[in-house]
């Protein structure tokens, strides 16, 4: 069974510029969820959704950060336009339930804002 | 708010030493704890978890942790450190009594030398 999947698995864009990254979740997952880990820091939650629905945004950082979900199964966070800030690995996870139940990850992306 | 705090930054032990690595955390109702291990240019694995029960829990690759209510602790544990251990761990911790997200630390590198 193939895992969660996270393209691509670096990427460097300039300050202004807008990336687009995607997930492709383990078949049958109804959750996913985005985190965000800066150097050397807390990987932090950004947002959960339930099949295309978003469930909790809380942890999104900002209007420049937009998730979206079509039809349950991949999902893309857009970061426009990306600041310095931004930079940090972007990892994607996936589980069929929530409370209880453990998230398998994707290998994440590299973001590098220059 | 929930927390979890990882105190060390790095472990270092032997190869064949038992090994441990630190974990505490703050929620307000029952805690769902779980530690992630992620290998150098992967994503997080799961290792294990404590959701209710026996407060020994045992995972993969032969750690174990316990779950320690009133020193709300959950440290990870192996009788017999092994290099390939080596790798980055990170405890998190969801509040198991209604809808959370996962809380995580700042992660612990854990070094086993030959």
Redesign the interface.
């Known amino acids: 069974e193939a895992?969660?999947t996270?393209f691509p698995s670096h990427s460097v864009i300039e300050k202004g510029q807008t990336v687009t990254l995607r997930c492709d979740p383990i078949s049958g997952h109804d959750n996913l969820?985005w985190?965000r880990r800066v150097m050397?820091?807390?990987?932090?939650?950004l947002l959960?959704f339930v099949k295309e629905s978003k469930?909790?945004e809380?942890?999104m950082p900002n209007n420049r950060f937009l998730a979206e979900r079509t039809g349950g199964t991949y999902s893309t966070l857009k970061v426009q336009p990306a600041e310095l800030e931004d930079s940090g690995v972007y990892?994607c996870?996936s589980s069929q339930g929530?409370?209880?139940t453990?998230?398998?990850?994707?290998?994440?992306t590299r973001l590098t804002v220059v | 708010a929930q927390s979890v705090a990882q105190p060390e930054d790095q472990v270092n032990v032997a190869e064949g030493n038992p090994l441990t690595v630190k974990c505490t955390y703050s929620v307000s109702g029952n805690p769902y704890l779980f530690w992630y291990v992620q290998y150098p240019n992967r994503g997080l694995q799961f290792l294990l978890k404590y959701i209710t029960g026996d407060n020994l829990v045992k995972g993969s690759y032969g750690f174990e942790a316990e779950f320690n209510k009133s020193q709300t602790s959950f440290h990870l544990k192996k009788p017999s450190a092994l290099v390939s251990d080596s790798a980055l761990y990170f405890c998190a911790v969801r509040d198991g009594s209604g809808y959370s997200t996962l809380t995580f630390g700042k992660g612990t590198m854990l070094l086993v030398s030959p």
């Open positions: 895992g969660v996270q969820y985190y050397g820091k807390e990987i932090k939650f959960h469930q909790d809380s942890g990892f996870a929530h409370r209880g453990e998230a398998f990850f994707g290998q994440g």
